[in-house]
């Protein structure tokens, strides 16, 4: 089945950039939209964006100053950075496939989730 | 686009049916998804187009409306339910907000 893995550093410093990747298992990256999701402790969900396969990308514009995503099809891979980060960017990271995208619209949800990764910001 | 839940929380027993409400600050058409997470755990999807059941999850979860307007009923209330329910609209380019979030728990 289609498994999702996040990976990256636990601990960032303030002002410094937040890297992650999010490697894909049991299905090609092609023809689909990733995302990447944060949850502060004891929060909702944030939608961060996503990125289409061939590298087009939708930003959350609270966030677009500071986004970045990029996608490795020959890794199955995609990617996140978030520069100049504070404290307010503690928060579980997780990458997600969202499913019967248009370029406008995600009516399929988010059907399957990585575990999650633990991103602190503290010096 | 901004969404509300109601309930924040609530209490009930094995057996109940619970019903939990999402209102969308303008209409969304059918765009909306239902998630339940468990501590420690990412967030599982329900339903998504507002009605449709994910392949896998038990047929006392349904969801319905359009719009505005939206509910998910857990018919028959099991011990594994208890959890937090999120909606998500996925209508607003290019943002797709979350809910606020109800928690299930047992009385």
């Known amino acids: 089945q289609v498994q999702l893995q996040e990976s990256g550093p636990g601990l960032v410093k303030p002002s410094e950039t937040l890297s992650l990747i999010c490697t894909v298992s049991?299905?090609?990256?092609?023809?689909?939209?990733w995302t990447w999701i944060r949850q502060p402790a004891g929060k909702a969900p944030e939608w961060i964006g996503r990125?289409?396969?061939?590298?087009?990308?939708d930003y959350n514009p609270s966030l677009t100053s500071r986004v970045t995503m990029s996608v490795d099809t020959s890794k199955n891979q995609f990617s996140l950075n978030l520069r100049s980060v504070t404290a307010a960017d503690t928060a579980i990271y997780y990458c997600?496939?969202?499913?019967?995208?248009?370029?406008?619209?995600?009516?399929?949800?988010?059907?399957?989730w990585g575990q999650g990764t633990t991103v602190t910001v503290s010096s | 686009i901004q969404l509300t839940q109601s309930p924040s929380s609530l209490s009930a027993s094995v057996g109940d049916t619970v019903t939990i409400t999402c209102r969308a600050s303008?209409?969304?058409?059918?765009?909306l998804a239902w998630y339940q997470q468990k501590p420690g755990t990412a967030p599982k999807l329900l339903i998504y187009?507002?009605?449709s059941l994910k392949s896998g999850v038990p047929s006392r979860f349904s969801g319905s409306g359009s719009g505005t307007d939206f509910t998910l009923t857990i018919s028959s209330l099991q011990p594994e339910d208890f959890a937090t329910y999120y909606c998500?609209?996925?209508?607003?380019?290019?943002?797709?907000?979350f809910g606020p979030g109800t928690k299930v728990d047992i009385k």
């Open positions: 997600a496939r969202a499913r019967y995208c248009t370029s406008a619209t995600c009516f399929g949800g988010l059907d399957v």
């Open positions: 049991g299905a090609s990256i092609s023809s689909h939209y």
């Open positions: 990125i289409y396969s061939s590298g087009t990308t």
């Open positions: 303008q209409g969304i058409s059918s765009h």
């Open positions: 187009a507002a009605s």
């Open positions: 998500q609209q996925l209508n607003s380019y290019p943002l797709f907000t």
